[in-house]
Nanobody, 123 residues
Framework: QMPLAESGGGFVQPGDSLTLSCTAS????????IGWFRQAPGKEREGISC????????YYSEAVQGRFAISRSSTSNTVYLQMGSLKPEDTAVYYC????????????????WGVGTRVTVSS
């Protein structure tokens, strides 16, 4: 098992921005492909972004393309998901995951998961 921890969720208004963080206490995230997923109420979990080992490949789903950005910290063991222009349909529990497939046009299955952080977008 690889304990992952998400943080940064909260309640925001439409149009606001929020940055989620993914950390691991016993592993170096730089050694893993990292993905971000979300599950909205009543819906299946969907992959929304991922970043390759060398950071050269990033993927964004159509739903978040142009509004979200994934990045790795150069100084801490953290992967970020910067979310902008948030919409009510972005309301979901957001999960980070490690060790999986990340291509420029596809996000695959992942082996290790965090417990999620809730994001609510509402006026």
């Amino acid at each position: 098992q690889m304990p992952l921890a998400e943080s940064g969720g909260g309640f925001v208004q439409p149009g606001d921005s929020l940055t989620l963080s993914c950390t691991a206490s016993d592993y170096t995230l730089r050694d893993f492909v990292i993905g971000w997923f979300r599950q909205a109420p009543g819906k299946e979990r969907e992959g929304i972004s991922c970043i390759s080992l060398d950071d050269r490949i990033v993927y964004y789903s159509e739903a978040v393309q142009g509004r979200f950005a994934i990045s790795r910290s150069s100084t801490s063991n953290t992967v970020y998901l910067q979310m902008g222009s948030l919409k009510p349909e972005d309301t979901a529990v957001y999960y980070c995951a490690a060790r999986g497939l990340c291509l420029s046009d596809e996000i695959g299955e992942y082996d290790f998961w965090g417990v999620g952080t809730r994001v609510t977008v509402s006026s």
